[in-house]
């Protein structure tokens, strides 16, 4: 028989070997990959960007915590028709709001 068979603490010490060979070469591969990762890093500078600070007017405020809102420009104007109708709409744009939130009122109305 050309086998040799290991037994006991031979076997034992025989694992134990290779287990720290693996994690030798485990440690070599993860210090190349840190290595590599760090000479590629890049540090990142960040600064405050003020044009994204937003200005805003000061709102009167009811005891309620409501407010009165206030038109201020006419943005369009456009009829619509019913069956036996029709309804003058103007998109108004309102105080405190931006112009994607103008909204279209009926003209009779806003001309009180």
Request: net charge negative; glycine share 2%.
């Amino acid at each position: 028989m050309g086998e040799r068979k290991l037994l006991g603490p031979e076997m034992v010490q025989a694992t134990v070997d290779k287990v720290n060979i693996i994690r030798a070469r485990l440690k070599a591969a993860q210090d190349r990959q840190k290595s590599y990762a760090d000479m590629r890093r890049k540090d990142l500078d960040f600064e405050i960007d003020p044009s994204h600070v937003l200005e805003t007017s000061e709102i009167e405020l009811r005891d309620d915590l409501s407010y009165e809102e206030q038109s201020v420009q006419i943005l369009g104007r456009e009829e619509k028709r019913l069956h036996n109708k029709t309804i003058s709409l103007v998109k108004v744009l309102w105080r405190n709001h931006l112009v994607e939130e103008a909204t279209w009122e009926r003209d009779d109305q806003m001309r009180r």
